[in-house]
């Protein structure tokens, strides 16, 4: 498995690969691997002829009162995991070169961004948007694989390869969670043992809405007034936001037609988890 942390030198790689024909796939991340990780590069394997992941820690993407400082950082292990799912190349540059004194340019999408992680995070998905769209330039893969545990990210770069006419094909991949229900999450490991039980709630009350609308309950007011008590019966628990919402345009539904997306946020502590779920009713 090669590294590559010089930007140039990683276009200049993918470029020859292209040249010769050849199928890039990218999974781009934060690091820190966990099996939600492992799970797009097993997806990725299989899409072409070189899998590449990118490990950067995009600081455009942090608020100034988040935690880019102390966001769980450890390359060495991620170059074994990744290894051993057959990854190709780990790309993982610093971030003085991928923005370089002078960088100004940003994309915005304007409109699935305003809501959700939006409203907490304003500045988030400005940097989300703009750092896929460098990678994509730098990896030219022919596919991107994302989680949907990032359910609202995984719609805006949608978006912005629609409107902007990138030529890549973005994938989304099913949410991977621990044996108790927990999504998994690099920023896991902040939580305390006491933490950790109580940001079970959050599945768990996805769980049940999923059961409930199973059951034929399409009703938002009705779905909510059911799950709201497990989640105020929590004292370590704060509620950012609970959303029941169109799969694709994101926009919020009074109603379930026959599948929607219900999106929790949630701070436990100082650490702030999201996780979401797909309601079907028969
Ligand atoms: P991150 O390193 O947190 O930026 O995540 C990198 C990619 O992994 C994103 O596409 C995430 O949506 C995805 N991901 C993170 N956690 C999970 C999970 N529990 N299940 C599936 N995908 C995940």
């Known amino acids: 498995m090669q590294i590559v942390t010089d930007p140039a030198a990683m276009q200049q790689l ?21 099996a939600g990780h492992l799970s ?28 880019l400082d102390r966001y769980p950082r450890d390359l060495d292990r991620d170059c074994e995991l990744a290894a ?32 959700l992680c939006g409203v907490s995070r304003p500045t988030h998905f400005r940097g989300v948007a703009t750092v896929v769209l460098k990678l994509f330039n730098l990896v030219q893969p022919q596919v991107a694989v994302f989680g949907e545990k990032d359910y609202q990210q995984l719609i805006t770069i949608q978006r912005l ?6 030529p890549v094909a ?12 927990l999504a998994l999450s690099s920023r896991n490991v902040y939580l305390s043992p ?21 059951q034929g309950e399409r009703s938002r007011e009705r779905l909510f007034a059911a799950i709201t008590p497990l989640l105020q019966s929590e004292p370590r628990l704060r509620l950012d936001y609970l959303n029941l919402l169109d799969n694709q345009t994101l926009a919020e539904l009074p109603t379930i037609q026959h599948t929607a997306r219900l999106a929790i946020a ?17």
């Open 14 to 34: 993918a470029l020859t690969w292209r040249a010769r024909g050849e199928r890039i796939v990218l999974v781009p991340t934060m690091g820190y691997f966990h």
């Open 194 to 214: 006491a933490e950790r039980q109580a940001a079970l709630k959050l599945s768990q009350a996805l769980f049940r809405a999923r059961d409930l609308a199973a």
């Open 161 to 166: 390869v629609a409107d902007l006419n990138v």
């Open 266 to 282: 949630a701070y436990v502590g100082q650490i702030r988890l999201i996780d979401n779920i797909l309601l079907e009713v028969p």
């Open 40 to 67: 797009l590069m097993e997806y990725g394997r299989t899409q072409g002829d070189h899998l590449v992941v990118s490990i950067f820690v995009n600081p455009t993407q942090f608020g100034p009162q988040e935690d």
């Open 170 to 181: 973005v994938v989304g991949r099913p949410l991977v969670r621990e044996a108790d229900g």
């Open 84 to 115: 051993q799912q057959g990854v190709d190349l780990i790309f993982a540059p610093a971030a003085g070169q991928m923005y370089p004194p002078g960088y100004q340019t940003f994309v915005e999408v304007t409109e699935v961004t305003q809501g």
